[in-house]
Nanobody
Framework: QVQVAESGGGLVQPGGSLRLTCVVS????????MDWYRQAPGKEREWVAS???????LYTESAKGRFTISRDNAKNTVTLQMGWLRPEDTAVYYC???????WGGGTQVTVSS
């Protein structure tokens, strides 16, 4: 059974940076793509970025140029480096293996002055 745990969230001022980490246990981590999603209060969960099994990144338009997704198959981890954060980036951030329902508990990111 695949288990996912996100960490690294916190409170940051606009323009600041945060690095989120997702650790995956169980399953065959290196064989599949991984996603980051986020859910703001009162809104639907939305896709932010993905990284393929080969390490190729994909981003939503709002994340391009500000966020970087990467993976370490030796450590079963996926990271989301976020920069130039905006108040509208405030949300709970989740990761999962692509096309699965193996969500973690999420990590809260709050961007506020």
């Amino acid at each position: 059974q695949v288990q996912v745990a996100e960490s690294g969230g916190g409170l940051v001022q606009p323009g600041g940076s945060l690095r989120l980490t997702c650790v995956v246990s169980g399953g065959n981590f290196s064989a599949g793509a991984m996603d980051w999603y986020r859910q703001a209060p009162g809104k639907e969960r939305e896709w932010v970025a993905s990284v393929t099994s080969g390490g190729c990144p994909l981003y939503t338009e709002s994340a391009k140029g500000r966020f970087t997704i990467s993976r370490d198959n030796a450590k079963n981890t996926v990271t989301l480096q976020m920069g130039w954060l905006r108040p509208e980036d405030t949300a709970v951030y989740y990761c999962r293996p692509t096309r699965t329902t193996a969500w973690g508990g999420g990590t809260q990111v709050t961007v506020s002055s």
